[in-house]
């Protein structure tokens, strides 16, 4: 009986939040919203067809629904989420936060910490402190942040917001971090499966969103946007032309002795919810190392991606939040979008990202000095594989061989299935050339060394 209730009211979380859809005029006024990440949502919207129990999509579907304010749908998503998996963090972060911007400040409260009961979340006691800290409950907010700082003290926000109210860093583990009366009204529940009564649902998001930005291009040729592209898996079994052979003859002719023989592969303009995915995996394949420039309205969606990255030994670094041209925008609001996606890849890795690569390369000395003065690098590259021009692989290898260099730096995008159709070449070649993949950190680290 129980599981017949759950069972309708499961459906009946679904069928609210799936109508409730806003209209085209609230999604393209709401300029926080990227169009990609709105792209995103029937990739999203389909895996939660085939599984409505991912508790990642349910999450990244719930955020997309709070970017285009409508936040009683983002929560019922979340709230169903926690009775999937109780233990996932990130639905008690975004209910609460979500409740603290609507100034429901006991219910939020409780979320919280509910959150650190499952697991002690240096991010969660962050949100909590700046709920105590919204209210004006000072100490309260002090003891939140210095135990954010004891589960990473390396977290950066919490140590500016002491700072600002005047509080030391912490020496030792604070007194009754978890009050004793708190408690969450929504008991987790245990899952339900509904799939088999999931026929079609009705679009989630009627949007209609013109592409706002176009590529800075050095050149004066005109450029393809760089558009994510759809929830296709894609086959690296035959992926290119040119031959691993073929590959490392062109390469053997551009090695000096004299340098060292390291790569850094680099990947813009993601996380996707599935290209990367696929990425990962292949990588993980071929024990190969890389540095994602995640741009921060995309990993605020698919934290989890970022988790894995962290778990895989790949480095994550900055990319700004939306993707626009730091130089138009100037270097104030610049260093915020910069600052807004390094403390949210330090929120959900527990480590602030050093490298910065501006979108398009457009950068200035100002943009540069401002990077620079954060004690942060900023990064270009060497060959530029353009496969978000076309997803022909062997043309993608070509360009890539043209200019490459030993200890240099490749361009990929993780949002584009082309790197996954030439790296199957470019890497066994590279291995069989000698060459070592190293990430952004450590290429300047060896560079620094032998300097």
């Not at 429901?104 to 002690?120: C, H, M, Q, W």
């Not at 950068?363 to 022909?392: F, L, P, V, Y």
């Not at 692989?393 to 159709?421: A, E, K, M, P, Y």
Request: with cysteine; glycine share 6%.
């Amino acid at each position: 009986m129980m599981a017949l209730v759950w069972l309708f009211l499961m459906l009946f979380v679904q069928e609210t939040v799936f109508s409730m859809a806003p209209g085209r005029t609230a999604v393209s006024n709401n300029t926080s919203v990227p169009p990609d990440i709105l792209r995103d949502f029937e990739v999203l919207r389909q895996q939660y067809l085939k599984n409505p129990h991912d508790v990642p999509v349910i999450n990244a579907l719930g955020i997309i629904y709070a970017r285009v304010q409508q936040t009683e749908q983002a929560l019922m998503l979340w709230r169903q989420g926690i009775t999937v998996d109780p233990t996932y963090i990130h639905f008690y972060n975004n209910i609460g936060s979500a409740l603290k911007t609507q100034k429901r400040y006991d219910e939020a409260r409780n979320v919280f910490i509910s959150g650190l009961k499952v697991a002690p979340s240096y991010w969660i006691y962050y949100n909590l402190g700046l709920l105590d800290w919204e209210i004006g409950h000072w100490a309260e907010a002090a003891r939140s942040f210095e135990a954010a700082l004891l589960y990473n003290s390396e977290f950066e926000p919490a140590k500016r917001k002491l700072k600002e109210m005047g509080f030391p860093l912490p020496k030792g583990l604070p007194q009754n971090r978890l009050p004793s009366d708190a408690s969450f009204a929504m008991e987790p529940k245990p899952p339900v499966s509904i799939a088999p009564f999931i026929s079609e649902l009705p679009d989630p998001l009627e949007y209609k969103v013109a592409i706002e930005e176009k590529p800075f291009a050095v050149k004066s040729k005109p450029v393809k946007s760089r558009v994510p592209e759809s929830d296709n898996r894609v086959d690296i079994a035959q992926p290119a032309t040119l031959t691993v052979d073929f590959l490392v003859d062109s390469i053997k002719r551009k090695i000096k002795d004299s340098e060292p023989k390291v790569i850094a592969l680099t990947f813009d303009d993601g996380p996707h919810p599935t290209l990367t995915r696929q990425l990962l995996d292949y990588l993980k394949s071929e024990n190969v190392s890389a540095t994602f420039f995640v741009i921060g309205s995309r990993a605020e969606a698919y934290p989890d991606l970022l988790m894995r990255m962290k778990q895989e030994r790949h480095e994550i670094a900055n990319h700004g939040w939306t993707h626009k041209s730091l130089v138009s925008m100037g270097a104030s609001r610049a260093s915020s979008e910069l600052e807004r996606t390094a403390e949210l890849v330090g929120a959900l890795t527990g480590k602030i990202p050093v490298a910065v690569r501006p979108p398009f390369g457009h950068t200035s000395k100002s943009i540069e000095s401002m990077i620079h003065q954060k004690g942060w690098h900023q990064i270009m590259w060497d060959a530029d594989s353009r496969d978000w021009q076309d997803g022909n692989s062997t043309r993608i290898i070509r360009r890539i061989v043209r200019d490459f260099r030993q200890g240099g730096i490749i361009l990929f995008h993780d949002i584009h299935s082309g790197c996954l159709r030439s790296l199957p070449v470019l890497i066994p070649a590279l291995k069989k050339c000698g060459f070592r993949f190293v990430t952004i950190t450590e290429l300047i680290g060896i560079f620094q060394a032998a300097s």
